[in-house]
Every structure is written in C-alpha cells, then in structure tokens.
C-alpha cells in the first residue's frame, strides 16, 4: 500500500489478499462495515484512486464475490458505477441490481447490504455530506431541516450520463502530473460543479423546491406541500399555514391561485380526497368507506360522500365495490 499527496491531492493505491485487511482499509473509507468473502484464498482487493478536497475518486475490485453490510456511511456520499459486472443492493427494503447502465448511489443514515459479483469492478466516488448539505443550503437560501437523501438508482441516460463522463474526465485530470487540479481556483470550481449538477441531476427529497426555485416559484409552497403530505388526516386551517410559513394570508391566496388556480385550503382539500380515494381503492376487506373516511379525518360522512361525488363522478361505497372485484392474481 502507498499513500503519496501532491499538495492537498492524494494518489491512494492499496493492494489486499487479506480479508480483514481489505475490510479495515474499506472501514478507513466507508466507515464500519462487515465484509463476507465466501472464498478468502480468491481475494485480491485493490482500490486505486485520488482524494482532493470534498471528492474521492477511484477504482475498486475484489476479484471475488463479496457481501457487506454497511450501517451508515455517516460523513459522506457513496455513489458507484460498475464498469465490468454488477453489484446488488438492499436498502430500506428495496432491492435492485447495479451494472454498466445503472449507478447507485448511498446517502447517509442509510443501512445497507451491498453483494459484488467476482468480476465487478467499479468507479467509485465519494462526496463529503458537509459538501453536498452546504451547496444545497445555498441553493435554496436556507437551512436543511432534514439530510438530504437521494434516490438510490441512477440509470444511465441524459444528464445522469453527462454527470459520469464529468466524472471520468475528473478522474483522468487528477491521474495526471502537475495537474490543473492542484489550483485551489480551479479545484474549487471542479468541485463545485460534480456537486451542483448532482443535486439537480439526481432526484432527492429536496427536488421539487430545488425545482420550484428554477420556475420562480416560492420556495416556501414546497415546504407547505410537505405539511400537507404530513397532515392528510387533519383539518387544516389558514391559522395554521400561517403560522407555518411565517407568510400572510393575502400572500398566501395570491401565490396559491398564481401557482396552483386555487385558494390554499381547496388545494389542501383536493389533497385529502385524493388520499381518501388511494384508501379506498386499496382497501383490504375489513375496511369500509365510514372507516376510512374518518380515519382521513371526515367526520360528517353524508356531506363527504356528497363531495367525493361531485369531484370523482362516483360515490365512495362504487370506488370501494370497484376494487373488491378485481380478481386476485
């Protein structure tokens, strides 16, 4: 193993045949993990790369087929694209495979199973979440209530594939000697770029207000959006948004007809009856159209099932016959 640094840019090459000596290099990068090898003699681990600043950059293998559980990758991205066979992932219960047309990508605060069949090897980049938080608070003129999670899979297409080729050219550039990388100016523009094009590329939590900034639109509907999203069981009144906007009532019903064609609590409104009409065309057998509206928080089931007609063309009791009909597969 040979670490050598060119001002603030380190060349890492490491180089394993042990087990335990890959997994506490691989702790030094992703943080505490478990690593399985089913056949230890076949091991020969290898990560070649470059760190600079908020970025790694490099080349992993194992030479063999691996599964690593990682309970948190805590200070950092892990974003990986296979250039020869596949990996698999299970994260938050959601299973999916990973090979030359389709990325990945790890937010912290994520656990994880990662299996590497024996001919993948992959371009791995990390990016620092102090980095990604920073840039995105930026973005959107305040701070991040909550981490920012990414949307594991990036298949490969459109600006998702011009995100990677930018990465390649990166790596390339710090591969190099007496590259324009050592300038801090130009670095700090490099940087900045992977990660601004990564927060619009990719989708994430914070996408549609990132999004509704690019319109013009206020960022604080976005926010409002997720309290809606948050209180589909519960009235909600212009007391209430008020207060949880900080914005005036004029404001508010001339932002919401400007940007939605309708007062604040009908939009809110339409929000719960879609919700209530999602319930009951997913409703198991023990549930009726009385339990599930008041569980969406009607109380007054004449008038509700009176409105739920008029917008939907049907009455509850027709949506939840509906869908007991449809045969089982």
Same mark, same amino acid.
């Given at each position: 193993m040979t670490v050598s640094a060119s001002l603030t840019r380190q060349q890492i090459t490491a180089e394993f045949h042990s087990p335990d000596s890959a997994c506490r290099w691989m702790c030094g990068i992703n943080g505490p993990h478990r690593l399985e090898v089913p056949h230890p003699k076949e091991l020969s681990f290898r990560h070649q790369g470059t760190s600079l600043g908020n970025v790694s950059i490099g080349i992993?293998? &194992? *030479?063999? $087929?691996?599964? =690593?559980? =990682?309970?948190? !990758?805590?200070? *950092? &991205?892990? =974003?990986?694209? $296979? !250039?020869?066979?596949? %990996?698999?992932?299970? !994260?938050?219960?959601?299973?999916?495979?990973?090979?030359?047309?389709?990325?990945? @990508? @790890?937010? $912290? *605060? %994520? $656990?994880? %199973? !990662?299996?590497?069949d024996e001919s993948c090897r992959k371009r791995l980049v990390r990016l620092s979440r102090q980095a990604i938080e920073r840039k995105l608070s930026q973005l959107l003129s305040h701070e991040l209530p909550r981490p920012v999670i990414f949307d594991p899979r990036m298949p490969l297409s459109g600006t998702v594939q011009e995100w990677w080729r930018m990465v390649a050219n990166l790596q390339e550039m710090l591969d190099a000697e007496g590259s324009l990388c050592d300038l801090p100016e130009v670095w700090s523009n490099f940087e900045n770029s992977l990660i601004t094009s990564l927060l619009y590329t990719q989708p994430h939590n914070y996408s549609s207000e990132l999004l509704d900034r690019q319109q013009g639109r206020p960022a604080y509907l976005s926010r409002l959006d997720a309290l809606f999203r948050d209180s589909l069981d519960q009235p909600l009144g212009l007391a209430d948004l008020e207060r949880a906007t900080g914005v005036s009532r004029e404001r508010l019903y001339r932002d919401f007809h400007t940007h939605f064609g309708v007062s604040p609590i009908a939009y809110f409104r339409q929000r719960r009856f879609e919700h209530v009409r999602q319930r009951l065309e997913q409703a198991t057998p023990m549930e009726s159209v009385s339990s599930i509206a008041m569980d969406c928080g009607f109380q007054q089931l004449g008038r509700f099932s009176q409105e739920y007609k008029a917008r939907f063309g049907e009455l509850p009791s027709e949506t939840l016959k509906r869908r007991s009909t449809i045969p089982l597969q």
């Open positions: 992993i293998e &194992y *030479s063999t $087929p691996v599964h =690593i559980d =990682i309970a948190d !990758l805590t200070h *950092s &991205y892990s =974003i990986s694209l $296979p !250039l020869h066979g596949t %990996q698999s992932f299970e !994260l938050r219960g959601d299973a999916f495979g990973s090979d030359s047309g389709v990325a990945a @990508i @790890i937010s $912290p *605060s %994520q $656990p994880l %199973q !990662l299996s590497m």
